[in-house]
């Protein structure tokens, strides 16, 4: 990577952030499209080495993705439009160009010509489309969100993120995912050390709904007691004063 390409200011908008809202794009792969940005002229090709765009992110994050996830969050890009593939070296490396933002976004519908009789009436009832409740043909989709509102979304990617780190996958869009929102992502990190200590995808078989469990219950807190620890444990339990009819 050009060592001055960093220096560049980066063309990055509220439409930027709108369009990865909308399309459900997280902040890792937000990441990668900002630095993809940065590798030469939008709209021009390019050759990146997605190797070398670990190597930098490791340096703010403190350890680089993993390859799986690598190329997840490069499909995700591909499959948002974002990037176009010309050809393709390897995994990692590949002739491509960024598209602009203008390019991703629907283009808009021509306006209908209306046609006027000269003749007609100026009381002639108004057209469907002003009778029309508003926001029937909106979609939630293209509402700009409040700031409020996209920082609990970066969150919410930042923990679906740290899932998808360890294969566990949840689909944002399933109510039961709501669930894992609730917990912070520190506690979901926790969760996923001790996902790794319980065996992993090797010995868990539903790791989304473990996972939930292993939130609700704390089951990182749990520990393994040897007889002196039970005994001391049972003691504090137990009354330290008997009734007086016992």
Not at 213 to 226: G, V
């Amino acid at each position: 990577m050009p060592e001055n390409s960093l220096k560049n200011s980066l063309p990055w908008t509220e439409a930027h952030e709108a369009f990865c809202y909308q399309h459900h794009i997280p902040p890792a792969a937000k990441i990668l499209w900002q630095w993809l940005i940065r590798q030469g002229q939008i709209a021009s090709e390019i050759e990146p080495d997605l190797s070398e765009f670990n190597t930098w992110v490791a340096k703010s994050r403190g350890k680089p993705y993993a390859h799986n996830y690598l190329k997840k969050i490069f499909e995700i890009l591909v499959s948002c439009r974002v990037v176009q593939v010309i050809k393709q070296y390897s995994w990692k490396i590949t002739k491509l160009l960024v598209r602009p933002l203008s390019w991703l976004n629907p283009p808009k519908k021509p306006r209908e010509k209306k046609l006027y009789n000269h003749n007609s009436s100026y009381n002639s009832p108004p057209s469907n489309d002003t009778n029309a409740e508003p926001g029937v043909n909106s979609s939630s989709n293209n509402i700009t969100p409040t700031t409020a509102e996209f920082i609990e979304l970066e969150r919410q990617h930042e923990i679906l993120t740290a899932c998808a780190e360890y294969e566990i996958y949840f689909d944002p869009n399933k109510r039961t995912t709501r669930q894992l929102f609730e917990f912070a992502i520190e506690e979901v990190r926790l969760a996923l050390k001790h996902f790794v200590k319980r065996g992993g995808n090797q010995a868990i078989n539903n790791p989304q709904g473990w996972l939930i469990n292993c939130l609700h219950n704390s089951y990182w807190e749990d520990e393994t007691l040897n007889l002196y620890q039970f005994l001391i444990a049972l003691k504090s339990w137990f009354p330290s004063k008997l009734p007086r009819d016992y």
